[in-house]
């Protein structure tokens, strides 16, 4: 395909020097002809402008390379010279290596001009932006489409599907109409659609006996909405529960397993979540609804009750036999467990999903339970928002549940236990949920005020310039919940530092710079100083996260614990099992101090109060998901700092990964 029959480039690809320039001057007239550019300098300037990463850029120019693109006179380091046509090719596959670097499963040919500027760091910096603006973006979807459709690297899906004789085995690339996607992930998405739309169209067999389901639930307390997602998930080989925090999704758990253990005393359960935190606090969950069981007067309940606490409970990548060369339960080695739940599935990538779904037996029973509108995982995918989030967005208006293939597996719970709905936060985080700033803004100018208002209380501290974010709001807030920390640590009371260190946290979208995480835990340490305290090194008092899982010491990632003194010497203190126990430093490797910590390592955390530094205007990480889940980790008390225009930007700036699950999960 020439220039002018309609590629993306024309005479601007490569003219970056003064001869290109004098070239395109003396050119004939007639259609434009594109400079003579080989994959790596194509590559470049969306390499110096931050788009693309080295190992994007690499990717894609030995893609050229081992595919023959160009005439061969490029040398070892990139193709020869390209044609149009196959610079459409190059820069697509450099495209499409970097979306699931950033989260998404595929790259929108149709929208990639909108979404790559918003994705790129410091894109608030004039210089950068006005370096993306310059750069050659595609204007000619259809011509972009022709060239990747006659590439021998991209094989091309009709209707949905890679036709048999092309099945995309060894073709690096698949366009789907405009979604371009690395193989690798195309397989993935394939697999897990209809791996959950079987399992939606299949029944599994109904409990029968047991104990009386009335009495049951009415030990858990049971809404109706819970009673009807335990009932569907006994009912199908697949269910998926989804809420807002304190909704009530772990008690919905624990009653479905009640119901299939009191019918088939044998049943074997696991119990998954993404990370070792979240399987902890799963585990702590269900312990206790355990005990509140054991205590009633249900048939059996001491038995069952055991049988309950006794659910086995790990991470995914424990579950399923995480190895360098794969994990070791898969299709053909699947797990022996007749039900699996999956906790926070909103922060599962796809590729984990797929992997999961291979060893869940087929006749096995499937539970997805989290929250769609929190942070999604950092990897590749939204899978929880694809899989409910139509039925949430229905959930959310008030309109009827949309007809789909997953539409009887979906269950929305909306009465939140931990603050009422009629609460500052409860309105704010719907506001926010639902992206109405005004709502939020007017919630957040109102809250102080409303003599009506009841559950958590909300506060709002606007900071000052953009140098200056809000040191004295966060002080007022939080440094007093600090203090007691050191307090009870020096007294040697473990239990009570511990309390204290539960009590407040500064939550923060950044880890540098002046609205980060390493910024605000200098700045404490700087005030203990100004009180006589000595900050430095393990001191008494110091807030400690762990940050990578520590199986020695039946550590989690993302745990909390304080140093505190004892007779044989400064000890750190951690919450275990109800109770808490003391490890020396020595025995701590990866930890960081946590006067403050990260929005995205607080998902799955509760605090009595939140402090929650929101990042300037011009932050990509200002979003929706991130200021709602920031905000809902709280059980009595947030303050937000920041501007009325850095919160709004948040609330507008709605996180959208580019996947085609939905589509193959919910139709239109």
Known sequence: ?????????????????????????????????????????????????????????????????????????????????????????????????????????????????????????????????????????????????????GSPLVAVAVDGQVPAAEPGRGVPLVLDGTLLYLERYRVYEERVAAELRRRAEAAAAAPSGGADLDALFAVFGSSPEQ????????KGQLSVVVGGPGTGKTTTVAALLAVLLAAEPDTRIALVAPTGKAAARMQESIVALAARLRGSDVADAASLADRLAAADVSTIHRRLGWRPDGFRHRRANPLVHDVVIVDETSMVSLPLMAHLLDAVRPDARLVLVGDPGQLASVEAGSVLGDVAGPAVDAALAGAAAPVGPLSGCVTVLTQSYRFPASSPVGRFAVAVRAGDADTAVHVLQTAADDPTATGVTLHWRTAGADTDPGADAVRAAAL???????????????????????????????????????????????????????????????????????????????????????????????????????????????????????????????????????????????????????????????????????????IDNRVVRQTGLRQRLWPT
Not at 227 to 234: K, L, Y
Not at 488 to 505: K, M, N, P, T, Y
Request: with cysteine; aromatic share 4%.
């Open 1 to 149: 395909m020439s220039a002018g029959q309609g590629s993306l480039f024309g005479p601007e690809v490569g003219t970056a020097g003064p001869e290109a320039a004098e070239a395109a001057a003396s050119a004939p007239s007639g259609p434009p002809v594109a400079v003579p550019v080989d994959a790596r300098a194509l590559l470049q300037p969306w390499r110096d402008a931050g788009v693309l990463s080295a190992a994007d850029v690499h990717l894609a120019t030995t893609l050229a390379r081992l595919a023959g693109l160009g005439d061969g006179s490029g040398g070892p380091d990139g193709a020869g010279v390209l044609t149009p046509a196959e610079a459409d090719v190059v820069l697509g596959a450099a495209l499409a290596a970097r979306a699931p670097r950033l989260g998404h499963v595929c790259l929108d040919l149709a929208t990639v001009r909108q979404s790559v500027p918003a994705e790129v760091e410091g894109d608030a910096d004039v210089a950068a932006a006005e370096s993306i603006d310059a750069l050659p973006w595609p204007t000619d979807v259809d011509a972009w489409r022709r060239s990747l459709a």
């Open 227 to 234: 009673r009807a997602a335990a009932e569907a998930g006994a």
């Open 480 to 650: 007093e919940g600090a203090r007691r920390t050191v307090d009870a640590a020096e007294a040697g009371d473990a239990d009570a530092a511990l309390a204290a260190l539960a009590e407040v946290r500064v939550l923060c979208a950044h880890r540098r710079g002046p609205f980060g995480v390493a910024r605000w835990n200098w700045q404490f340490e700087e005030w203990l100083a100004a009180d006589g305290r000595h900050p430095s090194g393990f001191y008494v008092g110091r807030p400690v996260l762990v940050t990578a899982n520590d199986p020695s010491n039946e550590l989690y990632n993302g745990d909390l614990g304080v140093a505190v003194a004892t007779d044989d010497g400064v000890r750190v203190a951690f919450p275990h099992a109800g109770a808490r126990r003391l490890l020396a430093p020595s025995r701590l490797e990866d930890v960081d101090t946590v006067h403050a910590m990260t929005i995205h390592k607080s998902q799955g955390s509760e605090f009595d109060e939140v402090v929650v530094v929101l990042p300037p205007e011009g932050s990509r990480l200002a979003t929706r998901e991130l200021l709602y889940t920031a905000v809902t980790r709280a059980r009595r008390a947030v303050t937000l700092v920041g501007s009325e225009d850095a919160l709004r930007r948040a």
